[in-house]
T-cell receptor
Framework: DVKVTQSSRYLVKRTGEKVFLECVQD?????MFWYRQDPGLGLRLIYF???????EKGDIPEGYSVSREKKERFSLILESASTNQTSMYLC?????????FGSGTRLTVV | GQQLNQSPQSMFIQEGEDVSMNCTSS?????WLWYKQDPGEGPVLLIA?????ELTSNGRLTAQFGTTRKDSFLNISASIPSDVGIYFC?????????????FGTGTKLQVIP
């Protein structure tokens, strides 16, 4: 089974901090994604990557950046965390049409 | 970005009852997917649909790809307590050479034993 591992389940950060969310997958998938999940809004795509060093903006990229230096690792960066970035963040990797998700990181910005 | 309209937003049902939920879009998709998210976990794929009109089952779950390609339905028969969770639909379409996936807003299901 594909495993997608997110480094932290819970994070609390202060406004203005730079925050790194890490995601690693172990099945050699080329495609990786970062979503945020908010009540009533479902999952919204922040950024995605189809290859090493490649990144594309999703639907809500503002305030975020990403890094993909190795195929198995896709990092989400909040350059200067704000309270409206308090959310559940989900990483996924995929083969064909089927995403496999990590367990999520619940980020609280205070 | 586009969001799919998923309904109902939440539902409380008695154990043993059947459940229906649906997803609609203003755009067509060439693949529909249904995921379930257990509390504290990431979503897990339940059913994938690839053709308009397709009806697919996975145990007590049945999903259909609408004939207009703009909607999909998920039914759960004889619900049990472990069906509790959030169910997401997702539509997929080729866009700019890659597969773009759009998720619904989710249906939160609670089952009363």
């Amino acid at each position: 089974d594909v495993k997608v591992t997110q480094s932290s389940r819970y994070l609390v950060k202060r406004t203005g901090e730079k925050v790194f969310l890490e995601c690693v997958q172990d099945m050699d998938h080329e495609n990786m994604f970062w979503y945020r999940q908010d009540p009533g809004l479902g999952l919204r795509l922040i950024y995605f990557s189809y290859d090493v060093k490649m990144k594309e903006k999703g639907d809500i990229p503002e305030g975020y950046s990403v890094s993909r230096e190795k195929k198995e690792r896709f990092s989400l960066i909040l350059e200067s965390a704000s309270t409206n970035q308090t959310s559940m963040y989900l990483c996924a990797s995929s083969f064909a049409s089927q995403n496999t998700f990590g367990s999520g990181t619940r980020l609280t910005v205070v | 970005g586009q969001q799919l309209n998923q309904s109902p937003q939440s539902m409380f049902i008695q154990e043993g009852e059947d459940v229906s939920m649906n997803c609609t879009s203003s755009s067509i998709f060439n693949t529909w997917l249904w995921y379930k998210q257990d509390p504290g976990e990431g979503p897990v794929l339940l059913i994938a649909l690839y053709k308009a009109g397709e009806l697919t089952s996975n145990g007590r779950l049945t999903a259909q790809f609408g004939t207009t390609r703009k909607d999909s339905f998920l039914n759960i028969s004889a619900s049990i307590p472990s069906d509790v969770g959030i169910y997401f639909c997702a539509g997929q379409l080729n866009s700019g050479g890659y597969q773009k996936v759009t998720f619904g807003t989710g249906t939160k299901l609670q089952v009363i034993p």
